[in-house]
């Protein structure tokens, strides 16, 4: 009797879980793998927007951020919790603000506004430290390229200014946010149709004060993501390009062990840790990478060391912007 009520409890549960979208898929994402169930991701080859994915078959579970003429959405960024997500919208020529809009959906509202002085001034690059303390962006003048980078404190409103140029990428904030990693800023590697990063620069709060670390020889690094004590980077290596997801001292920025190794032909150009370790990465290759190489592109988790394809593609046409 008592198994046969256990039996049926569950189905009632299962019953309730299938009608809730993505509810499945889910589950079984979480309880296979103990990777989080969700990603979020552009969607769109044209003005993207902004959408909810299945981790475990990729399928896009909801429409958060609708495309929208004259606008489409980059550089997301997964807030504190993952309650939020904040993203560059353009606006127009010269023209970007940051967003957000709620991880489960809901109206978009403008954090930082774009200013019209100095030939417009855009917003981007929105980044939040994992402890929740600090929300990053940056800011430049349309007529004269003057870069700013803007550090908010969410606990107290205070914003930091600092005049500086730190590349067009958000900040990984790491050891009790007294650093910040920043990827693509210098000496860049030349490459055929992507930029690579030889060194990271690290940059020291609240001084600013910067230092730059160079990869291994013979490698560089497409990507860094990271959390308060943990430093990851996407690290390809050698004439056939291998990539590997690797860890790094948030103290030497060293490379201290690898994740997974990825593949051959490839570059990565979206990386995501989330807080219990789990990794996804998209990556895509072709003759830009190896003559030989066909064109794809893929979209991978990595948990406990394996790596697992979410989804694959021949040409175009996957999420971009990648975050869990």
């Known amino acids: 009797m008592y198994g046969g009520s256990r039996f049926k409890f569950l189905i009632i549960g299962l019953g309730l879980c ?4 993505g509810c499945a898929e889910q589950a079984a994402a979480s309880t296979a793998s103990r990777e989080p169930a969700v990603f979020y991701g552009t969607y769109g080859e044209n003005l993207p927007g902004i959408a909810a994915y299945s981790a475990s ?7 958060l ?16 919790g993952g309650r939020t997500l904040a993203f560059a919208a353009g606006n127009g020529t010269c023209g970007l603000l940051i967003e957000s809009v709620a991880t489960t959906g809901g109206p978009v509202r403008v954090l930082v506004p774009e200013g019209r002085q100095h030939g417009g001034t855009p917003a981007f690059a929105p980044s939040y430290s994992a402890d929740g303390r600090y929300f ?4 430049f003048y349309c007529n004269g390229n003057t870069q700013f980078l803007h550090i908010r404190n969410l606990r107290t409103g205070a914003t930091r200014v600092y005049r500086t140029a ?10 009790d946010d007294r650093q910040a990693v920043v990827q693509g800023v210098a000496p860049p590697v030349a490459a055929a149709n992507h930029s690579e990063v030889e060194q990271l620069t690290v940059v020291s709060l609240p001084s600013l004060a910067v230092r730059h670390y160079r990869a291994p020889a013979g490698c560089v690094f497409d990507q860094v993501a990271g959390t308060e004590n943990r ?12 990539l590997s997801v690797v860890t790094l001292s948030t103290r030497t920025f060293r490379v201290t062990g690898t994740v997974a190794r990825v593949g051959d032909c490839l570059y990565a150009y979206d990386l995501s840790l989330a807080g219990d370790g789990a990794v996804l990465l998209a ?8 003559p030989s190489a066909a064109k794809r592109a893929e979209i ?8 697992r394809t979410i989804l694959v593609s021949s040409g175009s046409g996957l999420p971009g912007g990648v975050v869990w």
């Open 166 to 175: 730190l590349g067009d990428f958000g900040l990984v904030f790491i050891r």
């Open 231 to 242: 430093l990851i980077a996407a690290l390809t290596c050698g004439s056939r390009r291998v």
């Open 136 to 139: 990053s962006y940056k800011t």
């Open 283 to 290: 990556a895509e290759g072709g003759p830009d990478a190896c």
């Open 65 to 80: 951020v609708p495309q929208e003429p004259g606008g489409g959405v980059f550089q997301i960024a997964l807030g504190p």
């Open 300 to 307: 991978v988790a990595i948990q406990g060391g394996q790596a």
């Open 18 to 21: 299938l009608a809730a979208l």
């Open 57 to 63: 078959t990729g399928r896009r579970l909801e429409t």
